[in-house]
């Protein structure tokens, strides 16, 4: 299994910016998919995962402004942020999990090796 993200960079605060990742191999016929932030100092934590079914769930920080979303197979997530503001310069990991996972890191097998989102003027 490979998780591949991409489309981390520089934005200005109030930009936009797409993250992507491609998963390859899937360990499991069903999936849940979410993206993980860590910032600097600070602890890796959810901010947003969609379930096999494409439901989707959102930190009350990230909702309104960050999409996740995924393609018809499955194989690509993506995580669309919108209005940005320092607050959300981190390393941006992806991870899958099985159906059930949620909000915890450890309930998710797989992580991408993170990009990086900075958030400056």
């Known amino acids: 299994v490979q998780l591949v993200e991409s489309g981390g960079g520089l934005v200005q605060p109030g930009g936009s910016l797409r993250l992507s990742c491609a998963v390859s191999?899937?360990?499991?016929?069903?999936?849940?998919m979410a993206w993980f932030r860590q910032p600097p100092g600070k602890k890796r934590e959810a901010v947003a995962f969609?379930?096999?079914?494409?439901?989707?769930y959102y930190r009350d920080y990230v909702r309104d402004r960050f999409t996740i979303s995924k393609d018809n197979v499955g194989s690509t997530v993506y995580l669309q942020l919108e209005n940005v503001n320092v607050e959300d310069t981190a390393v941006y990991y992806c991870?899958?999990?099985?159906?059930?996972?949620?909000?915890?890191?450890?309930?998710?097998?797989?992580w991408g090796q993170g990009t990086q989102v900075t958030v400056s003027s």
């Open positions: 991870a899958l999990g099985s159906p059930g996972s949620s909000w915890w890191a450890d309930e998710y097998n797989y």
């Open positions: 191999e899937p360990p499991f016929s069903a999936f849940t």
């Open positions: 969609i379930s096999w079914g494409g439901t989707t």
